[in-house]
């Protein structure tokens, strides 16, 4: 018999100035102990509104973990690949590697991005970058729910996306008064982003409405769980994250994820030394387009 779940932590993150100037805001969407949080490192929302030609970000360096993006609106990425509003993309930084993010245009973009922790076998693995179209993600609407699926398997689909840490990433959206049960696997750490609307969530009935982070509780079983929902008047637009905790402790400093401080210092050292290479100019195999 499948558990039922319910949210046992909601909050509303503020908005706060983003690092690329006065245009950009972000909210600080997974907040907390990474025990509670495991395999969620952290989620910024960032909400760009670009005013001029002033070129903003740059050439940075990650590892330890995997970086998830869902680009909400507008455009974004390198010379290899550019995402578009609801595309997809997972980079491994694994055993490190250096990206470029500059924007030196007028643009408009909100961009939701993750950082997973790596399994500790598989925290060094080959660097790689996944892209997932909007065109070629899974989608099913029925009895008014509307699901896009990016990684892992809900409700009949399965995404493409290879992954070190069992994850699945939704885009669900609720007509008015439309009712669901989604099914997720019972020891899966689970949270829901609300950006637009609200629904009643769980068998206990909570509310949970736009730009709140509702968390489920979770359990050490094995098995499935349902989570039971019904939109309101407005209907509901979130996004699903539910990962299966690696059971690990992390070191964090900056942009990297490690095991211990020993990790950090080496990586440190190591981007300083010109040991990482560039995302854009790995080979094609560590390239992968869905």
């Given at each position: 018999m499948a558990t039922n779940r319910k949210l046992v932590r909601v909050y509303t993150p503020n908005d706060e100035p983003g690092f690329l100037g006065p245009d950009h805001k972000a909210r600080h969407i997974v907040r907390g102990d990474f025990k509670q949080t495991d395999p969620f490192i952290l989620l910024m929302d960032d909400m760009l509104d670009k005013k001029d030609e002033e070129p903003v970000g740059g050439e940075h360096p990650h590892a330890g973990f995997e970086t998830v993006s869902l680009l909400l609106e507008g455009q974004m990425?390198?010379?290899?690949?550019?995402?578009?509003?609801?595309?997809?993309?997972i980079m491994t930084a694994g055993s490190g590697i250096v990206h470029t993010e500059t924007i030196d245009r007028i643009a408009r973009m909100r961009l939701l991005q993750l950082w997973l922790n790596l399994p500790k076998k598989d925290r060094w693995t080959t660097p790689r970058v996944q892209d997932l179209s909007l065109a070629n993600t899974p989608k099913l609407s029925e009895n008014g729910v509307s699901i896009t699926l990016y990684?892992?398997?809900?409700?009949?689909?399965?995404?493409?996306?290879?992954?070190?840490v069992p994850l699945i990433v939704a885009d669900i959206a609720l007509e008015p008064s439309a009712t669901t049960v989604l099914d997720i696997p019972v020891d899966y750490n689970a949270f829901l982003y609300?950006?637009?609307?609200?629904?009643?969530?769980?068998e206990d009935e909570q509310?949970?409405?736009?730009?709140?982070?509702?968390?489920?509780?979770?359990s050490g079983e094995e098995g499935?769980?349902?989570?039971?929902?019904?939109?309101?008047?407005?209907?509901?637009?979130?996004?699903?994250?539910?990962?299966q905790p690696t059971g690990d402790t992390i070191a964090a400093r900056g942009p990297f994820?490690?095991?211990?401080?020993?990790?950090?210092?080496?990586?440190?050292?190591?981007?300083?030394?010109?040991?990482m290479g560039h995302i854009a100019n790995v080979p094609e195999g560590q390239r992968i387009l869905l």
């Open positions: 990425g390198d010379t290899k690949h550019k995402m578009k509003g609801g595309d997809f993309q990684s892992g398997t809900l409700a009949g689909l399965t995404s493409p996306i290879q992954n070190f609300v950006l637009y609307g609200n629904a009643k969530v769980g509310l949970l409405s736009q730009d709140q982070v509702g968390w489920l509780n979770i499935s769980s349902e989570l039971k929902m019904m939109a309101g008047k407005d209907g509901i637009r979130f996004i699903l994250y539910a990962g994820i490690g095991d211990n401080a020993d990790d950090l210092a080496r990586l440190y050292q190591e981007y300083r030394q010109g040991k």
